[in-house]
């Protein structure tokens, strides 16, 4: 199980999640999809736009049955959508720890039925993303090539470890460079900055800006249903590999 995570928005989390999915599914993996974001952006971004719809939502709220709620949005991808009401559940964060574990416990009995289960985290530090956390055990953090970008992003690997410390586990832990345009010495210098301070942790691709990936959500589709050829698809297609072969950049210079 793979969460994907950054406490920053716009960095990419949701296309990474939806893209590689689809990238996964494509390959024939078993995908159950996660989206464990209250926007609903994954779900609305894989076609299931029913507003009044449950979903993780009712796991928290209900103690509903995962397997319940579960929709199949493509072949070999299934989604666990966000539901209307999942805003309300970072409230339950004053009953803290106790409620740490529910994510996890809903999902274990459904990790057999799925290859991979993949997580799409909201940009908050609260109770679900520290639910997501309990249920993984890897977790890709994307950022996005731009000036901000490393801001905080000690802080989160920071957060990380005092949660694997709390949980008595250990995460493994992936970099994905997004948003990254070749022709900018900016993006290049991030890139080079990632490298340097996390080597053996960036995965080798960089996903380039490209419109195709900006535009697919809208069509509720991935960016291989949308634009096979595009850059996007070349580079999601890529990134899953990576994932599958842990394939990450070593050298410390261009
Ligand atoms: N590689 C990319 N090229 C172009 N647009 C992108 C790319 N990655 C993300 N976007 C766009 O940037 C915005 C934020 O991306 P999103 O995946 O929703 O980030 P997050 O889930 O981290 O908030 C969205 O409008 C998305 O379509
Ligand atoms: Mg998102």
């Not at 959508?81 to 805003?87: D, E, M, N, S």
């Not at 493994?172 to 345009?181: M, Q």
């Amino acid at each position: 199980m793979l969460a994907i995570l950054n406490h920053k928005g716009g960095v990419g989390k949701t296309t990474s999640c939806l893209n590689l999915a689809s990238a996964f599914a494509d390959m024939e993996l078993r995908i159950l999809a996660v989206d464990l974001d209250p926007q609903a952006h994954l779900t609305i971004s894989l076609g299931v736009t029913d507003s009044g719809l449950s979903g993780v939502d009712d796991i928290f709220l209900k103690q509903a049955n995962g397997l319940d709620l579960i929709l199949q949005v493509r072949e070999n991808l299934d989604l666990l959508p966000a539901g209307y009401r999942l805003g309300e559940v970072e409230k339950l964060a004053a009953q803290g720890a106790s409620k740490a574990k529910i994510l996890q416990q809903a999902l274990q009995p459904l990790r057999n039925q799925y290859d991979m289960v993949l997580i799409d985290c909201p940009p908050t530090s609260g109770l679900l993303n520290f639910n997501a956390l309990f249920a993984v055990d890897e977790v890709i953090i994307p950022v996005s090539s731009d000036y901000l970008a490393l801001h905080g992003l000690s802080q989160l690997l920071r957060t990380l470890k005092s949660a694997e410390k709390f949980m008595h586990k250990k995460l493994v832990t992936w970099i994905a460079l997004t948003r990254y345009t070749m022709r900018r010495r900016l993006s290049r210098q991030v890139r080079q900055k990632l490298i340097n301070y996390f080597p053996h942790q960036v995965l080798s691709t960089c996903i380039r800006e490209s419109a195709p990936l900006a535009e697919s959500p809208s069509f509720g589709k991935s960016i291989f249903d949308y634009s096979r050829r595009s850059n996007g698809a070349h580079d999601y297609a890529s990134l899953a590999d990576d994932i599958l072969y842990q394939r990450v950049i070593e050298n410390q210079t261009e």
